[in-house]
């Protein structure tokens, strides 16, 4: 079905906030942002000292008891000193907590030694992935000296996302640190270096995390002959013995590296019920100059990163039991790669739903703060040099030979996707779009993953930028491609996170949780909404009297 003759619909509020929304329709936002308010969201704020009640408009589903734990920059600058990047300021924690029908919120900084050093010192001390820290000025100049040749100092700014492992839950950047952190006060228990148990240099922000509590994550590591290789990780599940979870982890399989010293940026993975989906993209981090220039001239990491305008996309596949690395070359022309919506097995096909970007730049060098925090005219040109974003749907065939060399090895009849054996024995993938339109994302992808993960789905639920603002929630079907979208002017979510209704009978049988800045509001300049995941409609909002600063990633926790 061709996405732009697709049905689509704009959820339609039964509260005040009725005649706020915007119609639109194909997922593609029309509202203009001439005010800027988007500029409170990259602003700093001060944590709470304690939990403050949220108004609450609407009835919450009984059913709806727990938190809502988000993570993003709460902290911009240091003193005089400015974080330059969307993923530099000091990690704050977020929680909501909903407990029969009544809402509080809260907020800590994480006590990092990023963040308590920086505040003991009144300077940045570590440096982050956009900013470089320097020595102490204070110093003399032998001191100086010294101190740059230290060697790396890796942050442990713990901003992107919170987990379970076991009983416990963590924090994470992309480093090999992450933070344990009580979920119910929200303090900072201890900085754990996956170092000390797994031979990897650092772990995404998106493990994925099975049923009985499993954890698989994918790391870069030196292989064989110190070239560089990708490990998938494994966390075992809650131990009977109360011993901890991380001491027990193991390298499940090694991907090998197309660079021996230029590992690809790795942000998310895929896992269906009995395979690993790894795509490898032409974003390189120079192993070398990280290594090298970082201690000597003042590197940080994004001036570490170049990209292969040669190689194109890889995808890369491995058995899950036992973990065995499977050797097809499926390529595909260029694009980049952050987040995986899901993807599944069928009929000897692995089906890979994901979120692109096209062509080999850079999307983080778009995310500076002085790009976002730029007025919206500006905002939108630098947005029409950027990549443009699509969603696309590629399949992996498992039996590679199962047509002659130049024909379609895809027989799934519910797609336009291809794949071709070629005669220099690599197999070219061709995609299905399943969103397009300029400068407009669907991005931060959630499903019932609970229920779906690494199974055939049909609903995939996202933030939706507009030239990088967030500003709207969208839901996909990935079948039909039809689309459904809650916005209003002026206001800006946050990654929609699904929860179940435990009643549940079809898989969009639950709802929505977004964190809403509307930073024009006389009062009440953010809130937490609650949607009918069915039709986004709004079910409930609980408003409080503090803005919040833009969050990454998230989690609920019943």
Same mark, same amino acid.
């Given at each position: 079905?061709?996405?732009?003759?697709?049905?689509?619909?704009?959820?339609s509020?039964?509260f005040q906030?009725?005649?706020?929304?915007?119609?639109?329709?194909?997922?593609?936002?029309?509202?203009?942002?001439?005010?800027g308010?988007?500029?409170?969201?990259?602003?700093?704020?001060?944590?709470?000292?304690?939990?403050?009640?949220?108004?609450?408009?609407?009835?919450?589903?009984?059913?709806?008891n727990g938190?809502?734990?988000?993570?993003?920059?709460g902290?911009?600058e240091?003193?005089?000193?400015?974080?330059y990047?969307?993923?530099d300021?000091?990690?704050?924690?977020?929680?909501?907590?909903?407990?029969?029908?009544? *809402?509080?919120?809260?907020r800590?900084f994480?006590?990092?030694?990023?963040?308590?050093?920086?505040m003991t010192?009144?300077?940045?001390?570590?440096?982050?992935f956009?900013?470089?820290?320097y020595?102490d000025?204070c110093?003399n100049?032998?001191?100086?000296?010294?101190?740059?040749?230290?060697?790396i100092?890796v942050?442990?700014?713990?901003? *992107?996302?919170?987990y379970?492992?076991?009983?416990?839950f963590?924090?994470c950047?992309?480093t090999?640190f992450?933070?344990?952190?009580?979920?119910?006060?929200?303090?900072?228990v201890k900085?754990?270096?996956?170092?000390? $148990?797994?031979?990897?240099?650092g772990?995404?922000?998106?493990?994925h995390?099975?049923?009985?509590g499993?954890v698989?994550?994918?790391?870069n590591?030196?292989g064989?002959?110190?070239s560089?290789?990708?490990?998938?990780?494994k966390?075992?599940?809650a131990q009977?013995?109360?011993?901890?979870?991380?001491?027990?982890?193991? *390298?499940?399989?090694?991907?090998p590296?197309?660079e021996?010293f230029?590992?690809?940026?790795?942000?998310s993975?895929?896992?269906?019920?009995?395979?690993?989906?790894?795509?490898?993209?032409?974003?390189?981090?120079?192993?070398?100059?990280?290594?090298s220039?970082?201690?000597?001239?003042?590197t940080n990491y994004?001036?570490?990163?170049?990209t292969?305008?040669?190689?194109?996309?890889?995808?890369?596949?491995?058995t899950?039991?036992p973990?065995e690395?499977?050797?097809?070359?499926?390529?595909?022309?260029?694009?980049?790669?952050f987040?995986?919506?899901?993807?599944?097995?069928?009929?000897?096909?692995?089906?890979v739903?994901?979120?692109?970007?096209?062509?080999?730049?850079?999307?983080?060098? $778009?995310l500076?703060?002085?790009?976002?925090?730029?007025?919206?005219?500006?905002?939108?040109?630098?947005?029409?040099?950027?990549?443009q974003?699509?969603?696309?749907?590629?399949?992996?065939p498992?039996?590679?030979?199962?047509e002659?060399?130049?024909?379609?090895l895809?027989?799934?009849p519910?797609t336009t996707a291809?794949?071709v054996l070629?005669s220099d024995?690599t197999?070219?993938?061709?995609?299905? *779009?399943?969103?397009s339109?300029?400068?407009?994302?669907?991005e931060?992808p959630q499903?019932?993953?609970?229920?779906?993960?690494?199974?055939?789905?049909?609903f995939?639920?996202?933030l939706?930028?507009?030239?990088?603002?967030?500003?709207?929630?969208?839901?996909l079907?990935v079948?039909?491609?039809e689309?459904?979208?809650?916005d209003?002017?002026?206001? $800006?979510?946050?990654e929609?996170?699904?929860v179940?209704?435990p009643?549940?009978?079809?898989?969009?049988?639950?709802v929505?949780?977004?964190?809403v800045?509307?930073p024009?509001a006389?009062?009440?300049?953010?809130?937490?909404?609650?949607?009918?995941?069915?039709?986004?409609t709004?079910?409930?909002?609980a408003?409080?009297?503090?803005?919040?600063?833009?969050?990454?990633?998230?989690?609920?926790?019943?």
């Open positions: 079905m061709d996405f732009f003759k697709a049905q689509n619909h704009r959820a509020e039964p906030h009725t005649q706020l929304s915007h119609a639109y329709s194909n997922m593609v936002s029309c509202i203009e942002h001439p005010a308010g988007y500029k409170k969201i990259f602003e700093s704020c001060e944590e709470l000292a304690e939990p403050i009640p949220a108004h609450v408009t609407g009835v919450i589903p009984a059913w709806l938190s809502l734990l988000r993570l993003g920059p902290l911009f240091i003193g005089d000193e400015p974080f990047h969307l993923f300021g000091q990690a704050l924690m977020h929680k909501f907590d909903l407990k029969n029908g009544k *809402v509080t919120y809260y800590r994480l006590r990092t030694d990023a963040y308590v050093r920086a010192e009144k300077r940045i001390v570590i440096t982050e956009g900013t470089t820290a020595p000025p110093k100049i032998f001191s100086r000296f010294f101190t740059y040749f230290q060697g100092e942050t442990d700014n713990c901003l *992107v996302n919170v379970p492992i076991g009983e416990d963590y924090a950047t992309e090999n992450i933070t344990k952190v009580n979920p119910d006060t929200l303090e900072t900085k754990v270096d996956l170092c000390n $148990y797994l031979s990897i240099n772990a995404t922000a998106h493990p995390i099975e049923q009985d499993t698989y994550n994918i790391g590591c030196f064989k002959n110190m560089l290789a990708y490990n998938i990780i966390i075992p599940p009977k013995d109360k011993s901890d979870p991380i001491e027990k982890s193991k *390298v499940v399989v090694q991907f590296s197309s021996r230029k590992p690809s940026y790795v942000h993975f895929g896992k269906t019920e009995n395979y690993f989906v790894f795509i490898e993209t032409p974003i390189k981090i120079n192993l070398l100059k990280f290594l220039l970082w201690s000597i001239m003042g994004m001036d570490c990163f170049e292969n305008d040669k190689m194109g996309t890889w995808f890369h596949l491995a899950k039991h973990g690395y499977i050797d097809y070359k499926f390529r595909t022309s260029t694009f980049s790669v987040h995986h919506i899901n993807c599944y097995e069928d009929q000897g096909f692995i089906v739903d994901l979120c692109t970007w096209k062509g080999y730049d850079f999307v983080y060098n $778009y500076y703060l002085a790009n976002l925090k730029q007025n919206w005219e500006e905002v939108k040109k630098a947005a029409m040099r950027a990549p974003p699509e969603v696309r749907r590629y399949v992996l498992l039996d590679i030979y199962r002659e060399p130049g024909k379609n895809i027989s799934l519910y291809t794949a070629r024995g197999i070219w993938l061709e995609p299905e *779009v399943l969103f339109a300029p400068r407009q994302a669907f931060f499903i019932n993953y609970s229920k779906y993960s690494g199974k055939d789905y049909t995939a639920y996202g939706g930028l507009n030239h990088f603002i967030p500003d709207r929630i969208c839901k079907n079948k039909s491609k689309t459904w979208v809650w209003e002017p002026d206001s $800006y979510p946050s929609p996170l699904f179940q209704n009643d549940a009978q079809n898989e969009d049988d639950g929505l949780l977004t964190i800045v509307n024009g006389s009062k009440h300049p953010a809130y937490l909404l609650i949607l009918n995941a069915r039709d986004l709004e079910i409930a909002r408003e409080v009297d503090v803005i919040i600063p833009v969050t990454l990633h998230g989690m609920y926790k019943a």
